[in-house]
């Protein structure tokens, strides 16, 4: 009751000794709602900053290397852009009603309202609205990289397992399943300048394959067959990864893929078919067990 009665005072002009008052609270109490305000505000600020600086330092996006890669980084700058002014403004509009509404810098006491109709279906059609543009807008994207399948033959069958990548292209008879098979771990060969289409399986759990820099990521499902494609555009060495939390050597669960020249990939199934073939057995050298 007595501290009821100080602040009262102080609200109408009375100044309680040994405390510095304004607006009929103490000043400390004004700049911790100063320094709140400006906390919120660094949230803003800081945010924008990370985002501007990190491509200098190298902490953005892997070098593009894909067709479909342009049209897959525009897209995300449109939804960074759009998702990055909104955030701007409504953590501007926080630190200006957390400044402007203070407890120490304004007499009058809070008032409640209900709220408005109007106003929430407003602010629940504009984001509706703006969800319908981004699925018409992106609709060209994804069907290029979803549904437009090269029509050819599968390059290579990429099977998913922990904690590898168990890759097989087919021989010369360029068909998958034949005897003439090429297999070979974790290391993915692919042709510049040419469609490139994987056959995707999972032998175990869930998986996801990750090519980064061709900005293609896939979900390996078990007891499914998935198309995957694409198109290099840039000779390199580069990262397969698992981007799903598969178990305890997900971490592990990597692998590379090359990029090189039509020669140079003929020239890589050729070592790879004879490298097989020296390691396998003929019919002829096949021990037969002995009849009874």
């Known amino acids: ?38 906390l919120f505000l660094l949230v803003p600020v800081l945010g924008t900053a990370t985002f501007v600086i990190a491509p200098y330092y190298n902490h953005w996006f892997p070098k593009d290397v894909s067709v479909h890669g342009r049209s ?32 120490a810098a304004s007499s009058k006491p809070a008032t409640y309202i209900h709220g408005s ?8 059609i504009i984001p509706a609205a703006t969800m319908l543009f981004l699925a018409i807008y992106q609709m060209n994207t994804w069907a290029d990289i979803k549904m437009r399948r090269p029509r050819m033959s599968p390059s290579a069958e990429v099977v998913a397992r922990q ?3 168990r890759i097989r292209y087919p021989g010369r008879d360029e068909t998958l399943g034949t005897p003439d098979d090429l297999f070979i771990v974790n290391d993915l060969h692919v042709p510049v300048d040419e469609d490139f289409l994987i056959q995707l399986k999972s032998m175990d759990v869930l998986h996801s394959f990750f090519l980064p820099n061709l900005r293609m990521k896939q979900d390996a499902v078990p007891g499914m067959k998935q198309p995957v494609w694409f198109k290099a555009t840039e000779t390199g060495t580069y990262d397969i990864v698992c981007a799903e939390v598969c178990g305890w050597g997900h971490y592990k669960m990597k692998g590379r893929v090359t990029i090189e020249s039509r020669a140079d ?17 003929g019919p002829d050298e096949i021990p037969i067990a002995a009849a009874d």
């Open 163 to 165: 904690f590898e990548w």
């Open 1 to 38: 009751m007595d501290q009821d009665k100080r602040d009262r005072d102080a609200g109408s002009g009375g100044n309680p000794p040994g405390d510095s008052w304004v607006n009929g609270l103490p000043q400390g109490r004004r700049w911790s709602g100063i320094a709140w305000s400006l």
């Open 117 to 124: 109709h109007a106003l929430e279906v407003v602010w629940t």
């Open 265 to 281: 990939f003929d020239r890589w199934l050729a070592r790879i078919e004879a490298e097989q073939k020296a390691t396998q057995r």
């Open 72 to 103: 897959i980084d525009d897209l995300f700058y449109f939804i960074l852009v759009l998702t990055g002014v909104i955030f701007l403004a409504t953590e501007l509009i926080l630190f200006w009603f957390m400044w402007k509404y203070d407890a």
